[in-house]
Structure formats: structure tokens, C-alpha cells
């Protein structure tokens, strides 16, 4: 399964499956219902972007449903 990331370094948007999901990988549900998923993703290889390697917070990630990307 492919995620999106965003390149801090760019800012432009790229998908990879090269990535590892760490840290407490916990579901939290607040007092309306909503889940949230409390863990750090990590690329595996370089950014094609920029050729950094990233961390990002899961609540960083983005949604491909959301009607701007």
C-alpha cells in the first residue's frame, strides 16, 4: 500500500510504499467518536524529492480523499 508524503525540504507531494509505521502505534478515540493513530512514519529509502530521509507524525499525513491534493 502506497502512502502520501509531503516533502518538508519541497513541499511538493510524492507516493511511496517504502515506509515503516513506529513508535506506540496506539488508536485513540476522543469524546466525539473520532480515531486517531498515535505513530511516527519513517521513510525507508531517501525522499525522491530531496534525497533526505523523513519522520513524519501520523496526524502529518495526508488524506487521499481530501479534495485539494
Known amino acids: ?3 502520501i508524503f509531503s516533502c518538508p525540504e519541497t513541499g511538493k507531494t510524492f ?3 517504502d515506509f515503516s509505521i513506529m513508535d506506540g ?5 476522543d ?6 493513530l498515535n505513530a511516527t ?3 525507508e529509502n531517501p ?3 530531496c534525497g ?3 519522520e513524519y507524525a ?4 495526508i488524506c487521499p480523499f481530501t479534495p485539494s491534493i
Open 47 to 49: 525522499c525522491p524529492l
Open 25 to 29: 502505534q496506539r488508536v485513540f478515540t
Open 58 to 61: 501520523a496526524d502529518e499525513m
Open 1 to 3: 500500500m502506497e502512502f
Open 52 to 54: 533526505k530521509t523523513h
Open 41 to 43: 512514519i519513517i521513510l
Open 15 to 17: 507516493s511511496t510504499e
Open 31 to 36: 469524546a466525539e467518536g473520532r480515531k486517531s
